[in-house]
């Protein structure tokens, strides 16, 4: 099937020669940033060491680190910092896991008084060597959290959970405030770019959260310039409107290093323009899509867009 959108011949600094020889250029000016400096990103950094706290911020490399962190926000990752897996994308270690330190939900509650956090976003590394994936870590955060600072609205970005019976249930039970889940990229792609990962168990995950608790905000968000086309992306649109997903995230995939995927092209700010009006379409609450957008990047000014978006959509069917 054509794309909608036509290819911009762009590739990532250091990738390898593709076919036909074309040659590679740097990163486009949209995608170039400051490195991380300043007190925030000294204090957010010390404050992490200080409660042996990981965070997904340094582990993936995320190019917002440094505007995060000046502001005090950083997406704590919890049950260590190696993973299971081995997706083709992630910069976050792979190999035997670190073992899960019964401490760590106490601390990330620490963590969120100490920086004053209206909103906290907590995710994990795959943990397959656990019966239960690590939903009780996930579930004894929720609770701690709750206890240091009832007003803290809390976000989680979870794994899928495969072949862990109960583990969606027993996270969703705890009622976060935003479910997410990621996708991550189109369903053609998964083999090469998600190995281990399943399309639609992850879209069903999705569709039990709000099934089980409709109150929650459910999110999911994919990467765009590792191959795939606008028609395909769009599909995947549509799948997560039909599990009532409210939020979709869309950034460019950036490639950690010369191991990891390739990068197929920078995807510009206009196609990224396109993206979110035809999402907005389809009737998510809220779309974030352009080339920085990142899961948990601005996610505190993000949850009080969905709680407008959501009054607006009430007092919009009422009589």
């Not at 190019?63 to 962190?69: A, M, Q, R, V």
């Not at 976050?92 to 073992?99: I, M, Q, S």
């Not at 920086?115 to 019966?131: F, K």
């Not at 969703?172 to 935003?178: K, L, T, Y």
Request: charged letters at 25%; aromatic letters at 6%.
């Amino acid at each position: 099937m054509a794309s909608k959108t036509p290819l911009l011949q762009i590739e990532n600094a250091g990738d390898a020669p593709s076919e036909g020889g074309r040659r590679f250029a740097r990163k486009p000016p949209w995608l170039r940033v400051r490195a991380p400096s300043g007190p925030g990103v000294t204090q957010t950094r010390d404050l992490m060491r200080e409660l042996r706290l990981n965070t997904v911020c340094e582990e993936a490399a995320c190019p917002n680190l440094g505007e995060c962190w000046a502001q005090g926000h950083a997406t704590v990752m919890i049950l260590g910092s190696v993973c299971t897996r081995a997706c083709a994308f992630c910069n976050v270690k792979t190999g035997a896991p670190d073992p899960v330190d019964t401490d760590e939900p106490a601390h990330v509650a620490q963590a969120v008084g100490a920086l004053g956090l209206r909103h906290v976003v907590v995710t994990s590394v795959d943990r397959d060597d656990l019966a239960d994936g690590g939903a009780a870590h996930f579930v004894a955060t929720i609770e701690a959290i709750r206890a240091a600072a009832p007003a803290t609205t809390i976000e989680v970005l979870t794994p899928d959970f495969r072949r862990k019976p109960g583990a969606i249930q027993a996270v969703a039970a705890a009622r976060p405030d935003v479910y997410n889940h990621n996708l991550e990229t189109v369903p053609r792609l998964y083999r090469r770019i998600r190995p281990g990962a399943n399309y639609e168990h992850s879209l069903d995950l999705l569709r039990q959260v709000k099934t089980l608790e409709p109150g929650t905000f459910t999110k999911s968000g994919i990467m765009v310039g590792l191959g795939e086309d606008a028609d395909e992306v769009e599909a995947v649109m549509d799948d997560l409107r039909a599990a009532s997903v409210d939020f979709l995230t869309i950034g460019q995939y950036l490639r950690p290093t010369p191991q990891h995927a390739a990068v197929e092209r920078y995807v510009t700010p206009d196609e990224f323009g396109v993206y979110r009006e035809r999402a907005e379409a389809k009737g998510f609450l809220l779309v974030s899509s352009s080339p920085l957008t990142r899961s948990s990047y601005h996610a505190d000014a993000d949850f009080q867009r969905l709680q407008a978006a959501r009054r607006a959509a009430v007092a919009g069917d009422s009589p």
